[in-house]
T-cell receptor, first 114, second 114 residues
């Protein structure tokens, strides 16, 4: 079974500081994609960052970066210089190549404090 | 460029009734996926429609059915509603083929079953 686990239900960080959200996944597939999605209180899911499993280099999008450890099946998200607008639910997601069933973790609620 | 839209925003139904939710994909997209997001959980894949056919289905009963129209818009139908069907229903659109993993989400429809 392909599962995604986010072990931190809630986290908080002071504005301008750095925070890391954890995600592990379980799969027997070798080729897949990993994602971090953000769901603000207005609830529209927004893609934050994407990683393709065959790429060894960790993806980076402005203040957001990932630490992808394929052997450990770990995919953490680092948010640098946290902003109040980063307050949201963050979901880690996984989808194998040639498959359309995207699996999500239960989410981490991040609060950025002023 | 219009994003993914869903209607209605909120819906209240009684157990045993039937409901239809609607989704219009992002301009240029031809594939629609539906997800159920129960309170406090991550989204769960219901099914995906491509070329007006159900391409893949998640672990949901036959009470959940769908349709895709020639203009790529889609409907999700749920029959014989149960209290457990109360959730946020998300629609996501993408381009068919190898890039179908790049999904853009709509704001969702909040369904409450009483």
């Amino acid at each position: 079974a392909q599962t995604v686990t986010q072990s931190q239900p809630e986290m908080s960080v002071q504005e301008a500081e750095t925070v890391t959200l954890s995600c592990t996944y379980d799969t027997s597939e070798n080729n897949y994609y990993l994602f971090w999605y953000k769901q603000p209180p207005s609830r529209q899911m927004i893609l934050v960052i994407r990683q393709e499993a065959y790429k060894q280099q960790n993806a980076t999008e402005n203040r957001f970066s990932v630490n992808f450890q394929k052997a450990a099946k770990s995919f953490s998200l680092k948010i640098s210089d946290s902003q109040l607008g980063d307050t949201a639910m963050y979901f880690c997601a996984f989808i194998p190549y040639n498959n359309n069933d995207m699996r999500f973790g239960a989410g981490t609620r991040l609060t950025v404090k002023p | 460029d219009a994003g993914v839209t869903q209607s209605p925003t909120h819906l209240i139904k009684t157990r045993g009734q039937q409901v239809t939710l609607r989704c219009s994909p992002k301009s240029g997209h031809d594939t629609v996926s539906w997800y159920q997001q129960a309170l406090g959980q991550g989204p769960q894949f219901i099914f995906q429609y491509y070329e007006e056919e159900e391409r893949q289905r998640g672990n949901f009963p036959d009470r959940f059915s769908g349709h895709q129209f020639p203009n790529y818009s889609s409907e999700l139908n749920v029959n014989a509603l149960l209290l457990g069907d109360s959730a946020l229903y998300l629609c996501a659109s993408s381009l068919g083929g190898v890039r179908s993993y790049e999904q853009y989400f709509g704001p969702g429809t909040r369904l409450t079953v009483t």
